[in-house]
């Protein structure tokens, strides 16, 4: 059994990203830019969103934080959003989700400059990947396939199943795995809450993708000798024994799933940190564009 170590590999490209900005600094062009929002006080968001500042630190990114109050209404909102997308200094940008119930997620990323917007989520992105043309990869499932690709996790003609169709995680991974070159060309199946036989669909699965939300839902009895499985949940379980009083949970039971795998990613450690250093690629590449 090989892990998957993300938070390394996420170590490596970050300093790959520090020597190309240094590289494009002394060619007389501007650090690249990155400015996110986010609206309200939710817990894991605020440790995403500070993990990203962060990572725009080690990469030499200016970076610009935009908190707003969980009653910012929707108009506000799109305030904000135009003036980035009217910004020159701003290269790319993202607003973090889930957003408070009274604002139109949908609405909110269709506000979105295609052209800034460094999540992938605007359909115009979301339609150009569809067809392999050139645009902004979310940045979770881009986060996976270069930890594939990284580790030569073989995928040509094999069987890949995801669990959940979400249009951040599942639908796009979905997409990814299915087109033509390496990491791709699988044959894929997408699972969801309306699946009949999930079991034995996730049993045939040559590399499993989980991406549910639901804590330990992938068991020993759901995996194939010798499969990759892919860990995409984070989330927070209640935990007495914690400072902070909760732990992070995937949606793998890994304790007794990794003993099977050819490899496999954790929870914490895996796909979190791939996520965020996607973002930085992204970004790298909205600044190289603008320029
Ligand atoms: N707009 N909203 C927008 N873009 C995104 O790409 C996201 N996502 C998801 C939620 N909402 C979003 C993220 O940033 C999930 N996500 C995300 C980012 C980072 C981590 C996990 C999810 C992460 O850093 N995970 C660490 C542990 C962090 C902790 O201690 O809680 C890990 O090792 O998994």
């Known amino acids: 059994m090989i892990l998957i170590d993300g938070k390394k590999t996420a170590a490596d490209i970050k300093a790959e990203i520090a020597a190309e900005?240094?590289?494009?600094?002394?060619?007389?062009?501007?650090?690249?830019?990155?400015?996110?929002?986010?609206?309200?006080?939710?817990?894991?968001?605020?440790?995403y969103v500070n993990n990203k500042v962060k990572a725009c630190e080690v990469c030499g990114f200016r970076s610009t934080l935009?908190?707003?109050?969980?009653?910012?209404?929707?108009?506000?909102?799109?305030?904000?959003?135009?003036?980035?997308?009217?910004?020159?200094?701003?290269?790319?940008?993202?607003?973090q989700l889930p957003l408070p119930k009274h604002i139109n997620e949908q609405a909110v990323?269709?506000?979105?400059?295609?052209?800034?917007?460094?999540?992938?989520?605007?359909?115009?992105?979301?339609?150009?990947?569809?067809?392999?043309l050139p645009c902004f990869l979310p940045a979770t499932p881009a986060g996976i396939m270069e930890l594939l690709k990284r580790y030569n996790v073989p995928t040509r003609g094999k069987r890949c199943v995801v669990l959940g169709r979400s249009n951040i995680v599942g639908k796009p991974m979905a997409m990814l795995m299915m087109q033509k070159g390496n990491p791709g060309d699988a044959t894929v199946t997408v699972c969801h809450s309306a699946t009949e036989n999930l079991k034995e669909i996730a049993r045939e699965a040559d590399i499993l993708i989980a991406a549910l939300g639901q804590p330990g839902f992938v068991t020993e009895d759901m995996v194939k000798e010798g499969a990759t499985v892919i860990d995409v949940g984070t989330t927070r379980v209640p935990?007495?024994?914690?400072?902070?009083?909760?732990?992070?949970?995937?949606?793998?039971?890994?304790?007794?799933?990794?003993?099977?795998?050819?490899?496999?990613?954790?929870?914490?450690?895996?796909v979190g940190p791939m996520t965020i250093v996607s973002l930085m690629l992204n970004t790298l590449k909205a600044g190289k564009n603008r320029v």
């Open 109 to 132: 990323i269709e506000a979105i400059d295609p052209s800034k917007d460094v999540d992938g989520f605007h359909p115009v992105n979301v339609g150009r990947m569809s067809i392999g």
């Open 66 to 95: 935009i908190r707003l109050d969980a009653s910012t209404s929707q108009d506000e909102l799109l305030e904000h959003i135009q003036r980035l997308n009217h910004d020159p200094e701003v290269d790319g940008f993202i607003v």
């Open 21 to 47: 900005v240094e590289q494009m600094l002394s060619q007389g062009m501007r650090r690249p830019h990155l400015a996110a929002i986010l609206v309200g006080d939710d817990g894991a968001s605020q440790t």
């Open 239 to 270: 935990d007495a024994s914690r400072k902070s009083g909760f732990r992070l949970s995937g949606d793998v039971d890994f304790e007794h799933v990794a003993p099977k795998c050819a490899f496999i990613s954790p929870v914490p450690g895996g």
